[in-house]
T-cell receptor, first 115, second 109 residues
Framework: SAVISQKPSRDICQRGTSLTIQCQVD?????MFWYRQQPGQSLTLIAT?????????ESGFVIDKFPISRPNLTFSTLTVSNMSPEDSSIYLC????????????FGSGTRLTVV | GQNIDQPTEMTATEGAIVQINCTYQ??????LFWYQQHAGEAPTFLSY????GLEEKGRFSSFLSRSKGYSYLLLKELQMKDSASYLC??????????FGKGTKLSVKP
């Protein structure tokens, strides 16, 4: 199997607060990826999370705003810090299971609304 | 630079065949992937090509030409439930995928 469990599925948060999103994989994987999908847009990579090292962030994303943890080979968290309405998006974790049947698989996503 | 292009919208009729094209320029190449995404849901993996040629999976087929940086997704016997966005994704610099903006397909009766 190739299962990714992501939670919460959705949340409505007050501006200035933080939300931590969790991603659990049912097998050990080297890299986990965190994406953002703003309304009506495609997927944008936030960062790559490797176990045992700091995450690698894409241009426009910084660790202070999106801290990531990767304590082991099956789990990762993404925190959206000091939220503003512009952070309202769907956040998705993704894993490359490196098999033809699954390819890069996404978690079910977290729909975040900041008010 | 890295770029993936695909049409923004397409419309087709139930029972017909539709081809969604994708051109790409990416820093790495670990295959060309196609995903289906219904509104409000996460993308679902459909197909991928790592070698040139056609891969067939039931009603869905995907084609790749690496020399041309070109792929297409072919959907046959269209059904109303095929109305969705279709995302083309290819190799990024971190072993991840980068994606086109997606093609919104509307299937009409």
């Amino acid at each position: 199997s190739a299962v990714i469990s992501q939670k919460p599925s959705r949340d409505i948060c007050q501006r200035g607060t933080s939300l931590t999103i969790q991603c659990q994989v049912d097998s050990q994987v080297t890299m986990m990826f965190w994406y953002r999908q703003q309304p009506g847009q495609s997927l944008t990579l936030i960062a790559t999370a490797n176990q045992g090292s700091e995450a690698t962030y894409e241009s426009g994303f910084v660790i202070d705003k999106f801290p990531i943890s990767r304590p082991n080979l099956t789990f990762s968290t993404l925190t959206v810090s000091n939220m503003s309405p512009e952070d309202s998006s769907i956040y998705l974790c993704s894993v490359d299971f490196q098999t033809p049947s699954y390819g890069y698989t996404f978690g079910s996503g977290t729909r975040l609304t900041v008010v | 630079g890295q770029n993936i292009d695909q049409p923004t919208e397409m419309t087709a009729t139930e029972g017909a065949i539709v081809q969604i094209n994708c051109t790409y320029q990416t820093s790495g190449f670990n295959g060309l992937f196609w995903y289906q995404q219904h509104a409000g849901e996460a993308p679902t993996f459909l197909s991928y090509n790592v070698l040139d040629g056609l891969e067939e999976k039931g009603r869905f087929s995907s084609f790749l030409s690496r020399s041309k940086g070109y792929s297409y997704l072919l959907l046959k016997e269209l059904q109303m439930k095929d109305s969705a966005s279709y995302l083309c994704g290819g190799g990024g610099s971190q072993g991840n995928l980068i994606f086109g903006k997606g093609t919104k397909l509307s299937v009409k009766p």
